[in-house]
Antibody, heavy 121, light 107 residues
C-alpha cells in the first residue's frame, strides 16, 4: 500500500526559513518523480515544484524560484522542500505527491495528508 | 503558462444524479489531463489520468473523455461522498496548472 507522510510545517516569520519533509513507502521511491503542491486557505491547488526520480532534474513555479529548493534522499525514501525568504503569500497547506513515472512530466497519483505552513509576524 | 478553465464553478445535484464537469486548456495538451476530488479539510484524491484512465481503486462511475483542449469528467449515480470539489490539472508542460475547481453540492 502506498503511503506518503508530510511533515515540517509550522509558524514562521516573514523572511524566515522552513524545511518540509515527505516520507514515502509502498513503492520504489527512486522510480518515481515527486512534486509539491500547495493550497492557500480557501483557495485552489497550485503546483510548486517537481523532481525526477534520480534527483537530477528539478522544476519550479515562478513564484518560488530562487527561494525554494526541492531535493530527495532515495536511500531514505524522503523528499524535501527547503523554503527560504518566506512571504505571507506562501501561507498554505503543502502536499507532497507521487508521480507515475521517473522522468518527464506525468500524472500525480498519490498524495500526502498535507502540512500547514503559516508565515506571519 | 497553460490556463485551465473549469465549468461550472459550482453545481447542485441530488443523490443518484449524473453530472458532467468540463475543463478547457488554453492550448493543446494532448491527453495529459488528470482529475482530482477533494473533500473539505482533506488531501486531493486522484480519480483519472491521461484524460480517461481510472486510477487504481476508483469506481467505474467516474469517467473522463477529451483530447487536445477540451475535456469532461462525468460522475454517474452520485453518492453522498461525491459531494466535494473537483479539479482538473494539465501535466503536459511545466508549470503544471490546475483548474479553479468545481464545487459539487447537494440539492
Amino acid at each position: 500500500e502506498v503511503q506518503i507522510l508530510d511533515s515540517g510545517g509550522g509558524l514562521v516569520q516573514p523572511g524566515g526559513s522552513l524545511r518540509l519533509s515527505c516520507t514515502a513507502s509502498g513503492f520504489t521511491f527512486s522510480s518515481c518523480a515527486m512534486s509539491w503542491v500547495r493550497q492557500a486557505p480557501g483557495k485552489g491547488l497550485q503546483w510548486v515544484s517537481s523532481i525526477s526520480g534520480s534527483g537530477v532534474t528539478t522544476h519550479y513555479a515562478d513564484s518560488v524560484k530562487g527561494r525554494f529548493t526541492i531535493s530527495r534522499d532515495n536511500s531514505k525514501n524522503t523528499l524535501y522542500l527547503q523554503m527560504n525568504s518566506l512571504r505571507a503569500e506562501d501561507t498554505a497547506v503543502y502536499y507532497c505527491a507521487k508521480e507515475l513515472y521517473s522522468t518527464g512530466s506525468s500524472a500525480l497519483d498519490y498524495w500526502g495528508q498535507g502540512t500547514l505552513v503559516t508565515v506571519s509576524s | 503558462d497553460i490556463q485551465m478553465t473549469q465549468s461550472p464553478s459550482s453545481l447542485s445535484a441530488s443523490v443518484g444524479d449524473r453530472v458532467t464537469i468540463t475543463c478547457r486548456a488554453s492550448q493543446g495538451i494532448a491527453n495529459s489531463l488528470a482529475w482530482f476530488r477533494q473533500k473539505p479539510g482533506k488531501a486531493p484524491k486522484s480519480l483519472i489520468y491521461a484524460a480517461f484512465s481510472l486510477q487504481s481503486g476508483v469506481p467505474s462511475k467516474f469517467s473522463g473523455s477529451g483530447s487536445g483542449m477540451d475535456f469532461t469528467l462525468t460522475i454517474s449515480s452520485l453518492q453522498p461522498e461525491d459531494f466535494a470539489t473537483y479539479y482538473c490539472q494539465q501535466y503536459h508542460t511545466y508549470p503544471y496548472t490546475f483548474g479553479q475547481g468545481t464545487k459539487l453540492e447537494i440539492k
